[in-house]
């Protein structure tokens, strides 16, 4: 079966490989020079000047990254899923919450934000995705983050780059944490998430000391001296080493490259064959799809050519499907998989075979590449 979700992603033979080695101490100089290496490199990917990993899938970075970077009242975009997680973790801890809410194909506006930010003058912290994958919705950030900072330098912007990190290269300039997860562009299994931190933001936390489990002091404070403060998910760290050193070695640029050829190319192909792409402005990470038979289409696809892709949450259940395109993934699987969508078609009677959709990806996909 590939395996085709934006998320979990599939765990190449190398991962696992390294993974399979015995579980070795957490507290031992073996494990801390591991995690010693991995450090360096994670912010060598991230950009930022201090980096964390944390024994949770990504939801767990957005808590502590909230909890920890804003006192007074948070402004999130919510344009699915995952920004409507912000919101409701501000919630869950009493902490005020100004949300800009927009349909799940449409990304925040400048506009939008600076009314916010004027209107509330205590907000401070921003928290948006760069790639909302509910809908595979690039959002500017990087404009927005800007705005924010040019606004008032003191609110901290808060950036789920879960599907974003590994997939392209990230302005991090304005950005004050950047989040990550295992199970995305990284191709680990899920359990790990990450953090990269501007030097504000590490201030901040120093500052706030917040939480028990998810206090990013006791956090800081052990991660600089390459340990954690509880138990490391330590085969997690050493696959994530392994894919760190793979991904250094083919140079993240080539690795950008090859997403975006991918991705263009098969947003290509699926209109090519008259398919309609859902986000008005779509992210490199996903191909997402609106297409009312989605779910019957993906059943097909499984069943038939062996492919798994994911489909959609809440009001497009069922409305979209969505396929992946982060991490090293041969572009003969990718192309098979656009194979396997229009072949998918014809089974259910929509559109007869003619190969159309894998001759417009692969005409595309060295086009882009070159
Ligand atoms: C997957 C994902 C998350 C994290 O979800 P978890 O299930 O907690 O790992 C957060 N934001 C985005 C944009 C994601 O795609």
């Known amino acids: 079966m590939l395996l085709f979700t934006p998320g979990p992603t599939p765990v190449p033979e190398f991962v696992r490989v390294a993974m399979s080695e015995p579980t070795i101490h957490h507290r031992t100089p073996e494990f801390e020079e591991i995690f010693a290496k991995t450090r360096i490199l994670l912010k060598d990917v991230i950009g930022l000047p201090e980096v964390l990993m944390l024994a949770s899938s990504g939801s767990g970075a957005m808590e502590a990254c909230v909890t920890s970077l804003c006192a007074k009242k948070l402004l999130s975009v919510n344009s699915g899923k995952f920004g409507e997680r912000f919101g409701k973790i ?57 705005a924010v900072k040019e606004h008032n330098p003191e609110i901290m912007v808060i950036v789920d780059g879960i599907t974003a990190l590994g997939v392209e290269e990230l302005d991090v300039s304005c950005v004050d944490a950047l989040i990550g997860g295992s199970q995305k562009a990284f191709m680990l299994p899920p359990g790990l998430s990450l953090i990269g931190l501007s030097q504000k933001a590490v201030e901040k936390i120093q500052e706030r000391d917040v939480g028990f489990y998810f206090n990013l002091k006791t956090e800081l404070k052990n991660q600089d001296k390459n340990t954690t403060a509880w138990t490391a998910p330590t085969t997690l760290i050493i696959g994530l080493y392994a894919f760190l050193e793979r991904a250094k070695e083919m140079g993240y640029a080539t690795i950008y490259h090859q997403v975006r050829a991918r991705s263009m190319a098969c947003d ?14 779509p992210a490199l990470s996903m191909t997402c799809v609106h297409h009312t038979q989605s779910d019957a289409l993906r059943k097909v696809l499984k069943e038939n050519y062996g492919v798994n892709i994911a489909g959609g949450q809440d009001d497009l259940k069922g409305k979209i499907f969505r396929i992946n395109h982060m991490g090293m993934i041969p572009v003969s699987e990718i192309s098979w998989v656009v194979n396997a969508v229009e072949l998918s078609l014809d089974v259910l009677g929509i559109r007869k075979f003619n190969g159309l959709a894998n001759q417009i990806f692969v005409e595309q996909y060295f086009k882009v590449l070159k």
């Open 90 to 146: 501000a919630k869950a801890y009493g902490i005020p919450n100004v949300e800009i809410k927009n349909p799940w194909d449409i990304p925040a506006s400048l506009e939008q934000v600076m009314d916010a930010l004027k209107a509330n003058p205590d907000i401070d912290a921003f928290c948006i995705q760069v790639c909302e994958s509910a809908g595979g919705l690039r959002h500017s950030y990087e404009v927005l983050a800007r």
């Open 268 to 281: 290509a192909a699926m209109e090519g064959i008259e398919l309609k792409i859902y986000p008005t402005m």
